[in-house]
C-alpha cells in the first residue's frame, strides 16, 4: 500500500494492526484518534520511522484512566513540522522521538512522557510551543524542556473557548525567545498554590499579551523577567496589564540593554508588585506605567542599574498619593519618587510630604519627562533670591499632572531631582532653581519659582565618571502646584552667554600660502536661543549666519593672522575663540624673488573700519604706501622707508574717517644699480560704514 503526499493516516483502535507493509511518500500525517474505551494504544507500521517522511502526529486517547490513556511509541520517530496533543499521553517508550529545528508542539490537553523504567526520550532543539488547553510544567516536562542547546521560540497560551479559561501552570523556571498571550480568563499561573516555591519566566524577545494575565497564590513572588539582546516589543490590551501584588506577587525585571517599548495600554503594578530596573529604558510611548506605592516600597527597584547601567521609564509614570502620606500615624512613606528620565539619562523627579505638610488629600500624580526645551518665556527673569536672578531653563522639563483636589497651590510638599545634564554649565549649588508654569498658552502663562529661595539650601553639583555635570536639586517646602497640569525645569542663571564645546583645529601655528584652511566651532546656548556666528579674518568680518564652520586662503606671507569666531545669541549675549598663526609657504621656489613689482587690491572691499593691503617688490627699494582721499588729502601713511624684495601687507584702520572712496598709492624707487626705476600704482578702497 502507498500512501501519497499530504495524505493523513488515521489510526483509531488499539487492536487495529496493518497488514503487510507500507509504502510513504514524502509528506504523511499521522493521527492517533483512539475512541475512549479502548485504552493502551502502540504505535506500529502506519508510523513512519524515515525521518524524511513524518510531517505531523497527532495523539488524542481520552481514556478516563490516566494509566490506559497511553499512546506507546514502539519504534524510533523524526516529526517534521507539528506534534498535537489533543488529549492523554504520548509515550516514547524505549524509543526516541525527534522534532525538526522550527517545528511546533501544540498542547490542547495531552503530554509527553518517558516513563522511569523505559529508555526512551524526547529530543528538541528549537521550536514553537501552543497551549490551547490547561496544563501543568513541572521540571521534567517533556513538551517544555529547558537546557543547554534548547531554544523555545515562541511560547503561545491561548483559548478556544472563553468560558474554559486556560491556565499554564508554570511550576519550574523556563525561558523563551516570544511570548503571545490571548487567554480570556486565563493565563500563566506561577507556582503551585501554597507551595511557597514561586517560578520565574524569562523573556528574550516579544512579549504580546491581548487577553488574560498572571497569577500567583504560591505564597512568595514571581518574576517575569524582560532579558534579550535587541530592543524588546511589550504588548498589553488598551485596557491595560495588572500584575498581581499581595504575598504572592509578580514582579516585572528590565534587564537589555537595548531598551523596551510599551504599546497597547498602561502597565498598572497592583500593591506589592514591583518593577525592577536593570538595564534599559522602557520607551512608554503614549501609555503609562502605573506604580503602586506602599508604606514600605516606591513601587521599583534601580539597585540593580548600579551606576553604569541607564534603566528607568522615558515616558509617563502614574502614582496614587495617599491621603495623610508624610503623617507618621496615618501613612508614614511620604516619598513619591517617579523613575523618568529620557532616552539615555535618568531624571526622576520625587515628591515628598512630611509630618509638617503632610498630603491632605488623597489623589493620582502622573510625572512625564519631556527631552525638549519649555515653550515660553513669560514671566522671565525671576529674582531667585541671594542675588540669583533666573533667565532661561534646561532644554527638558517635566509634565506633572495632578488629579482635582491631590495637590493645589496650598499643599505644600518638598521636591527634587538628580539630573545627569551636560552642558548646563552650572558652576555652584547655590544657581540651581526649580521653576514652573501651568501647562497652558506659552505666551500668557508666565513662569514662577519654585519654592522660596532660601528653601535651596540643601542642592549640591558634582562631576559624574563621564565627566557630566550631576546636579542634586532639593527644595523644600515648595507646593505651588495647581490641580491640573504644569511643567517644571531647572532654571538658569541670567546673563549666561553661549559657550564653546569644542573647536577644529584645536590650535594652530601657521598655514599655508594660498591654500584654503578650515576652521569649525560647536556651540551651545544656555537659553535654548538660535545663535549667529560671525567669522573674523584680521578683525574683518567676512562670514555671518548659521554656518558653524568657515574656510578661507590667507595671502599675506610671514604675517601673524588671526580668525576669531564670535557667537552670538538672539538676546545678544557673545562670547568668541580665536586662532593666531603665521601663513607660510611662499608660492615661488624657495630662493626666487618676485619677478615685478605691484601693488594688490585690498581686502576685505568695500571693508569697515579695517582692511589689508597687499604688494610685492623685485628689488630693494624706498617705499612710500600713503593713503589719500579724493580731495587729494593725504590721511594715512603706511609704508615710508627702505624694503627688501619680497612680499608685504600692512593693515589700515579707518574708524576715524567718513564713509567714502579712498585712493591707496605706492612708490617704489629702485635704488638697486644703474638701471634703477621707480614704481607707481594706485587702488581704490571703499569705506562703507
Known sequence: MIIENGATVVRRRSTAILGGSLSFRTSVNVSYDVGAE???????????????????????????????????????????????????????????????????????????????????RFAVTSYDLIYSKSGVVNPASLEFQSGPGITVSAFTVCGRDPAIPTFVR??????????????????????????????????????????????NTSGTNAVVNLAGTKKQIVTVPETGLTLPGGASAVHLQLNNAAGFRLYGGDLKLSSGAIIFFVNGVLDAGSQAVVLSHSATSQGFDRQGAGTSNVSHVFGIVKQSVTGGAGNLDVYPNGRYEFPTGSATRYRPLILTFTSVYPARNPGTIEVAHVDAPPAG???????????????????????????????????????????????????????????????????????????????????????????????????????????GTALLTVGLPLDRKPYLNFRVPFSISQVPLNVPTSFAVSVSDPYNKSMTILWKVNGVTMQAGPDTSFTYAFQGVSLTHSVRAVFRNSE???????????????????????????????????????????????????????????????????????????????????????SGTYICRLVAADVGGPNAQTYFETRRMLLAK
Open 170 to 215: 508554570l511550576y519550574a523556571n523556563r525561558t523563551v525567545e516570544k511570548f503571545a498571550m490571548n487567554a480570556p480568563n486565563g493565563g500563566i499561573e506561577f507556582g503551585a498554590p501554597g507551595s511557597f516555591v514561586a517560578r520565574n519566566l524569562t523573556i528574550r524577545d516579544s512579549m504580546t499579551v491581548l487577553a488574560g494575565g498572571f497569577t
Open 377 to 483: 518665556t513669560a514671566g522671565l527673569p525671576l529674582d531667585g533670591g541671594a542675588g540669583l536672578r533666573v533667565g532661561g531653563s534646561a532644554p527638558f522639563y517635566w509634565s506633572v499632572k495632578s488629579s482635582p483636589g491631590s495637590l493645589g497651590e496650598d499643599q505644600k510638599f518638598d521636591i527634587e531631582t538628580v539630573i545627569e545634564a551636560p552642558g548646563l554649565r552650572i558652576s555652584q549649588a547655590s544657581d540651581l532653581r526649580i521653576i514652573l508654569r501651568a501647562d497652558g498658552s506659552p505666551e500668557t502663562s508666565p513662569w514662577s519659582l519654585l519654592g522660596p529661595g532660601t528653601g535651596y539650601a540643601t542642592s549640591s553639583l558634582s562631576v559624574n565618571s563621564r565627566g557630566d555635570t550631576v546636579l542634586s536639586v532639593r527644595v523644600l517646602a515648595a507646593g505651588q502646584i495647581q490641580d
Open 38 to 120: 479502548n485504552g493502551i494504544l502502540r504505535t506500529g507500521a502506519e508510523l513512519p520511522t524515515d525521518p524524511a517522511i513524518l510531517t505531523s502526529l497527532r495523539v488524542c486517547n481520552p481514556h478516563p484512566s490516566q494509566d490506559s490513556s497511553l499512546v506507546i511509541l514502539s519504534a524510533d520517530a523524526t516529526v517534521k513540522e507539528r506534534i498535537v496533543l489533543e488529549a492523554g499521553r504520548l509515550d516514547v517508550g524505549n524509543s526516541t522521538l525527534k522534532l525538526t529545528a522550527g517545528g511546533t508542539i501544540e498542547v490542547n490537553g495531552g503530554k509527553i512522557q518517558a516513563s522511569q523504567e523505559s529508555s526512551g
Open 572 to 658: 545678544g549675549l557673545a562670547d568668541s575663540t580665536e586662532w593666531s598663526f603665521l601663513v607660510v609657504g611662499i608660492s615661488q621656489p624657495e630662493g626666487v624673488l618676485p619677478a615685478s613689482s605691484s601693488l594688490r587690491q585690498n581686502y576685505p572691499n568695500p571693508f569697515n573700519p579695517t582692511t589689508t593691503i597687499e604688494y610685492q617688490l623685485s628689488a630693494r627699494s624706498i617705499v612710500t604706501l600713503k593713503v589719500y582721499d579724493l580731495l587729494g588729502k593725504e590721511v594715512a601713511v603706511l609704508a615710508d622707508g627702505p624694503r627688501s624684495p619680497g612680499w608685504y601687507a600692512a593693515s589700515w584702520d579707518a574708524s576715524g574717517l567718513p
